[in-house]
């Protein structure tokens, strides 16, 4: 067979072996993305265009998207959306740390740990108790699972920890999240009944503090995210003229740092706190213009990666304080004495922070996990020794040692999770709450599915549907552009 | 240029003596070309195995809820046609009841032919997607007339000359009373028709009489409150006299929706949505409700007469009771039904005209009553009581019946459902507003004025929108004059034509006002 037959016949089956892929991708995939981006300029709706109807299907340019930027909710949907990513840097944080106690024999820094789940088992059992003496059989009911769940790994090892982790993962999402409508249960959920006590107790000692000094206290945590902005502010402009990070990043970054708590004031309804926040911002950035505009560029070093994480985390810590913040200075005299669990899903201003919190606790024992079961796997052993024998803790090994090697699995779980945060929400929303209480919980692809399916307006909702691509895509690129640079040399 | 670098190969043998050499890629492509004929075997194997099924052997599908009764009522239409010269089958799809399941094959050309549609927005979305159809030509040689029904649902069944389907069965929502339950709180029987200072009363006498329970073992005096109900009687409605704009503004509507948020947030009459997920069993839903009510969770309990087909999990049926809900001067309550339609893509079949004249038969009226299932379609057979719950040994289940069954012929009126907006939406705009109320959003008249804003942008989109058909848009302006007419009328005292009203509540209401005229 000459080299040219031999060439095209291998050519030829390798096209055979990907060509029922190829079409699936092509039929259920691409067609269809395609179709709906023309769609999204069309005046599509079910009640209107389809074979039993005479309506003509016609073109209407943007009128969809000016629609939808003239919406009032439609800006509550993008926020809830946005804040949901909040989520994001916990769960990876999660995950990681999952990752970390599973991935050796409860071997931590060369000493062994065996006792550690032989006590966390003790002292489960002991809470346990305590819950149930107290009635609050629910949550002592959790505790005795988890109990036996550290007895189990005291006894089997590792192994099993790692199942039981992983075991949600491969549970139907409808199942997890009915079973969490029940534990977030304003009045029979474990959740509420664990909190009851402890804020009975916060709010007995709070009754006693002068109204001054907790708003002191809220203001301390405002002016300490402020403090936290700025700081990092300041790390960033220390950073560009190192030349460790270049300029579109020092100043990306700002923005990067001030939109969560932003978007956590605004929602808080403090919006004049948003306002000062983006105002603070504005003015940095245009100064930090004009200082690019003075200072020729330097080749910047592999630093954008680290900064952009640096800048997520400065954000979402901010977002933290502020939402702490907000909480006490809205305390008037009478609330400081009442202090109960929330209604998690019946509260708008608790129902996200119910699905941030189910969503942190889904990651943990995700495919992110094992992602960085498999990288921590691979970092290498020599430079752990090495880094030991030089007198190093277990906390300097992991920030110079091992996440730089598993930078590539963080960068990538970011991604992915961004992506999946951007596009998510649907699920969640339409089991635990139905979009509700008065919008809290419908994000972008909650609406796509009320605008499409029950309305049957298939142009406005497949407008939509590209406004979040717009997005995804975005954000995608941002981080392409600042995050991979991170990965260490 | 892409190479393959060959791992390894092996001799197959054809034949005796013969032998061929293949590479792992040619190994590879033989079992991809196995597993792909394999599958399409299989694939065809199944095609035809299937043909032979109930399905292919039936005349028809009738696509319904998935409730155990409908398997029996299937093989009681098989009789019912045998008997009368022709058996026909149909085969029962529970599988595909959701609307939007329905919606989607529907356009897609894929529904199935008879399918039963819920009164209110599924009924009005598929009727406006178009994909159901007159039914009255299919029943043109079986001497029924379609419009034998109750005359409250005839407003949402017919269009102009078309009939758009028969009821299966009929519901009309009435309030429950645990009779035991009120005595042990030492209380008196509320009255029928309950009154909103009469409930208020009793209810905040039953919270008091239960003071100190636990939080988990929490008591409400009524499971629900029918919220079209309590506006009605109030003057107030969804849309005003003409179905051409929104109502929810009206004095009437904002005082029911200030009910609504008083007697849940503020006296604990009626539970949220959240509190009621809390006090239902795992189970959930509507007979997790009915077993809470028969505990005497809730002294009331707001549903149709199929409640009564739920039993108490222990012990035997406490002595209960039927009034209306509560409501102001004008006492109504909402009506609702399952209507069969037929498919706009369906086949021509004259075995669905005989399963719409079974619907009207007596043999499936008495089967409806028989097993509880609401109220028959064909109220010639309603007032036989005798004939509910066949079998029961409570002749109590007979007198509630007939309670229904009244309430069903005289005082229930349709929800709303205008012809210029998707009750969807405006489904989906109210409970918007009644959530941000409910959560402190917004206060009562914001919540009402934004969804009135709402409402009324939507029906302006649907009149403005290019493709609405003509006639909809010119009887949308017909509307809009008669409707000045009407509020002239009623600035200056004078009566209101019949003819110039649209919304059927309003026809009572005026009726009941005195107030409505002949047809001038």
Redesign the interface.
Same mark, same amino acid.
């Given at each position: 067979m000459s080299r040219r037959n031999k060439?095209v016949r291998?050519?030829a %089956?390798?096209l /055979?072996?990907i060509l029922p892929n190829l079409l699936g991708v092509l039929v259920f995939t691409l067609l269809p993305v395609i179709f709906s981006g023309v769609m999204a300029f069309t %005046?599509w709706? /079910?009640?209107?265009?389809?074979?039993?109807?005479?309506?003509?299907i016609?073109w209407v340019g943007v009128q969809h998207f000016l629609e939808m930027l003239s919406s009032p909710h439609f800006y509550q949907y993008l926020g809830n959306t946005l804040y949901l990513l909040l989520a994001v840097p916990p769960a990876i944080a999660a995950s990681l740390g999952a990752a970390l106690l599973l991935q050796g024999k409860l071997d931590l820094g060369g000493k062994s740990r065996l006792w550690l789940p032989w006590v966390a088992g003790f002292a489960t059992l002991v809470c346990a108790a305590g819950c149930f003496s107290l009635g609050a059989t629910s949550a002592g009911i959790l505790f005795a699972a988890g109990g036996v769940i550290f007895g189990a790994g005291a006894v089997f090892g590792h192994t099993a920890y790692r199942t039981l982790f992983y075991i949600p993962h491969f549970t139907s999402g409808v199942a997890t999240f009915l079973l969490w409508?029940k534990l977030f249960?304003?009045?029979?959920g474990p959740v509420n009944q664990m909190l009851a006590q402890p804020l009975q107790l916060v709010g007995g000692v709070l009754s006693h503090v002068p109204q001054w000094a907790i708003w002191m206290v809220g203001l301390s945590g405002l002016l300490g995210a402020l403090a936290m902005l700025l700081m990092a502010t300041r790390d960033l402009h220390r950073r560009w003229r190192d030349g460790e990070i270049d300029g579109a990043l020092a100043l990306g970054g700002i923005w990067i740092a001030v939109v969560p708590p932003g978007i956590v004031a605004g929602l808080m309804g403090a919006v004049e706190v948003a306002m000062i926040l983006a105002g603070l911002a504005f003015i940095v950035t245009l100064g930090g213009l004009t200082q690019l505009g003075r200072r020729p560029e330097r080749l910047p070093s592999n630093g954008n990666g680290l900064a952009v994480w640096k800048m997520i985390f400065v954000g979402a810590g901010a977002g933290v304080l502020i939402a702490m913040a907000g909480g006490l200075l809205r305390l008037t005299g009478d609330s400081a004495l009442i202090f109960s669990p929330p209604?998690w899903?019946?509260?708008?201003a608790w129902a996200k922070n119910a699905f941030i919190i189910i969503m942190i606790w889904a990651a943990a024992g995700s495919n992110h996990m094992l992602l960085y079961l498999a990288a921590l796997g691979n970092v290498s052993g020599e430079l752990r020794e090495a880094s030991q024998i030089d007198g190093a803790s277990y906390w300097a090994e992991f920030v110079h040692v091992t996440w730089p090697q598993i930078f590539p699995t963080t960068f990538f779980i970011f991604v992915t999770s961004l992506i999946g945060g951007l596009q998510g929400g649907f699920e969640i929303a339409r089991t635990l709450t139905e979009g509700?209480?008065?919008?809290a919980t419908t994000t972008l692809s909650y609406h796509i599915y009320?605008e499409g399916?029950?309305?049957?307006r298939l142009g406005y909702a497949s407008a939509v549907s590209w406004v979040m691509f717009v997005l995804i895509l975005m954000a995608t690129l941002l981080t392409w552009r600042f995050g991979k640079e991170g990965a260490p040399e | 240029?892409?190479?393959?670098r060959l791992v390894a190969s092996v001799q197959i043998r054809l034949a005796k003596g013969h032998y061929v050499d293949m590479t792992i890629?040619d190994q590879?492509?033989y079992v991809?070309l196995a597993a792909f004929l394999a599958l399409l075997g299989i694939s065809v194997g199944d095609y035809f195995a299937k043909k032979s099924d109930s399905k292919a052997e039936a005349d028809f599908e009738w696509v319904t809820d998935p409730n155990p009764e409908r398997t029996g009522q299937a093989a009681l239409f098989a009789d019912w046609t045998r008997q009368r010269g022709a058996e026909r089958r149909l085969v029962v799809d529970a599988g595909n009841s959701d609307i939007?399941k329905k919606?989607?094959q529907?356009?897609a050309?894929v529904a199935g032919d008879v399918m039963d549609l819920r009164s209110g927005s599924d009924f009005a979305?598929a009727r406006?997607?178009?994909?159901i159809r007159d039914a009255v030509p299919l029943v043109s040689d079986q001497g029924i007339d379609l419009k034998n029904t109750y005359k409250a649902a005839l407003a949402e069944l017919v269009d102009g000359e078309a009939v758009l389907g028969y009821p299966c069965n009929v519901f009309a929502h009435m309030m429950w009373m645990n009779l035991d339950a009120l005595e042990a709180a030492g209380m008196e029987v509320p009255t029928s028709p309950l009154d909103i200072e009469e409930f208020e009363r009793l209810g905040k006498q039953f919270l008091e009489a239960h003071r100190g329970r636990p939080?988990?073992d929490?008591v409400y005096f009524a499971s629900g409150i029918s919220h079209h109900a309590l506006r009605r009687s109030l003057g107030g409605d969804f849309f005003n006299a003409t179905l051409t704009a929104s109502d929810l503004d009206s004095p009437g509507s904002v005082r029911a929706l200030d009910l609504l948020r008083k007697w849940t947030v503020e006296d604990g009459l009626v539970p949220?949505?959240?509190?009621l997920?809390?006090m239902a069993t795992a189970a959930g839903g509507l007979a997790a409700r009915v077993q809470l009510f028969w505990e005497g969770r809730f002294a009331l309990h707001l549903d149709g007469l199929s409640s009564a087909v739920v039993r108490p999990g222990v012990g035997g049926m406490p002595k209960f009771g039927v009034t209306t809900p509560p409501c102001g001067d004008f006492v109504n309550t909402t009506l609702g039904f399952r209507a069969a339609t037929v498919y706009?893509?369906a086949s021509e079949s004259d075995a669905i005209g005989s399963f719409f004249a079974f619907l009207q038969s007596p043999e499936y009226n008495y089967a409806i009553m028989a097993s509880g299932d609401g109220l028959p379609p064909n109220p010639k057979f309603a007032a036989e009581t005798e004939k509910y719950f066949a079998g029961a040994d409570d002749p109590r289940l007979s007198e509630c019946a007939r309670q229904f069954v009244e309430a069903a012929e005289t005082i229930s009126i349709m929800e709303p459902v205008s012809p210029f907006v998707?009750p969807?939406?405006v489904h989906?705009i109210w409970?918007?507003a009644y959530?941000?109320v409910?959560?402190g959003?917004l206060t009562v008249r914001e919540a009402s004025a934004f969804a009135t804003r709402r409402v009324n942008a939507e029906i302006a989109r649907m009149v403005n929108?290019?493709?609405?058909?003509g006639e909809v848009r010119d009887e949308y302006h017909r509307a809009v004059a008669d409707q000045k007419k009407i509020d002239a009328a009623l600035a200056a005292g004078k009566p209101i034509e019949r003819r110039w009203v649209r919304n059927p509540y309003h026809l009572k209401y005026y009726d009941h006002l005195g107030i409505l005229g002949g047809e001038g």
């Open positions: 060439t291998q050519v %089956n390798g /055979l072996f %005046n709706n /079910l009640t209107k265009q389809n074979q039993f109807l005479d309506g003509a016609r409508k249960d304003p009045t029979l209604d899903l019946g509260d708008p509700g209480p008065a919008g009320q399916f029950e309305a049957g | 240029m892409t190479e393959f890629i590879m492509k991809f939007r919606l989607i529907g356009v050309g979305l406006a997607a178009g994909i939080a988990h929490r949220s949505q959240s509190q997920e809390s706009a893509g998707l969807g939406v989906r409970q918007r959530s941000d409910l959560t959003q929108d290019p493709d609405t058909a």
